[in-house]
């Protein structure tokens, strides 16, 4: 008696199907890194305004223009829990690259009407619009006082 045991394992199509949508996968990906990269559009800045957050003893939160050092406004206990937030999260780059609280973070109202949150320092940006209206707001007040600036003007900043 002859007997033929075949092996277990996959279909040769299975395998080859899927050896095909490897190569595919990794085409499409090298055709993505390596062709011609699209220009983000550049937005320029309206107004910009450089400002210093200091934490208060009763734990509010002095806002001050870094240009003037003038206080501009004050964060209440309890409230602002956005700007904390954002806050936040710049103030824990800047621990991790050992930068102080002497450089200004930097609020830019953009020509399309969005606004930046920005740290110079660290190079981090967070833009306020992805967060809604109401969030973007409670920035908004800090900036909207300011004339709008001449193109070219505080770019070297």
Known sequence: ???????????????????????????????VRLGPSVPEPTVRPIAVRDLHFIDQVDGSI??????????????????????????????????????????????????DGGIILADPSTGREVNLVAFGQTNMAAFSKWIDSLPPMQIGQNESK
């Open 1 to 31: 008696m002859n007997r033929t045991v075949s092996q277990p394992g996959l279909p040769r199509g299975i395998l080859l199907g899927a050896a095909a949508l490897i190569g595919f996968s990794l085409f499409c990906v090298a055709a």
């Open 62 to 111: 002095l806002v001050v223009d870094a240009n003037g050092d003038q206080a501009i406004d004050t964060v209440q206990p309890g409230t602002g829990g956005f700007v904390r937030a954002s806050l936040r999260g710049l103030v824990r780059d800047r621990r991790r690259w050992g930068i102080g609280q002497e450089p200004p973070f930097r609020l830019a109202r953009m020509a």
